[in-house]
């Protein structure tokens, strides 16, 4: 009894451990991307994404660069597609100043969707907060304002008729 309860806790620890490895990246996860560029020494290097909105992936945040020319960029793809690669603008600054500008490209893997494959099986449900034709009436709600407006009506009538009533003086 207790291998087979070792072997059972063997495999509950290992699984998330082998999922781990085969982590699939969907649509809207971050992915961490570095790379090692060599440059000159006394040199910088600068790293810069271009703007635009039609790109398939956007970088989150500034490039990091840590000594030795790593640069290290937070990405987030939008689309799914194949692994590839996203090119950003690299700056090497040497330390007379001059200039030299470079392709810098960062790994991307793969991402796939995060709706499923066949869409066109699926079925729409129709929006539960609209009010429209196909909604039921609660009677018991109805009932209840009805009683509301009726008590506050009879306490409308008794105020009145007390305010009007005249009073005895002394």
């Known amino acids: 009894m207790t291998r087979w309860m070792a ?7 290992a699984a998330p451990a082998a999922a781990q490895g085969r982590r699939v990246l969907t649509v809207g996860d971050r992915i961490v991307s570095v790379v090692e560029i060599s440059i000159p020494a006394g040199s910088r290097l600068e790293v810069s994404f271009p703007n635009t909105d039609s790109s ?4 989150i945040g500034r490039v990091k660069i840590e000594p030795g020319a790593r640069a290290t960029a937070t990405l987030v793809a939008w689309t799914p597609g ?3 690669s996203v090119t950003a603008r690299g700056r090497i600054i040497a330390g ?3 200039v030299r500008t470079v392709p ?14 066949d869409t066109s099986q699926l079925k729409p449900k ?7 034709p196909d909604r039921r009436i609660d009677w018991r709600l109805v009932a209840a304002g009805a009683a509301l ?10 105020l009145r008729r007390r305010r ?6 002394p």
């Open 56 to 59: 398939r992936v956007q970088a």
């Open 96 to 98: 007379d100043g001059s």
């Open 164 to 169: 009007l009533r005249p009073r005895p003086e």
């Open 7 to 13: 072997l059972v806790l063997l495999c509950a620890l």
């Open 126 to 132: 129709p929006p539960k907060d609209v009010i429209g």
């Open 104 to 117: 810098v490209r960062f790994g991307l893997p793969a991402v796939q969707s995060v709706l499923p494959r």
């Open 149 to 158: 407006g009726a008590w506050l009506l009879v306490l409308l009538y008794w």
């Open 82 to 84: 194949p692994a590839t």
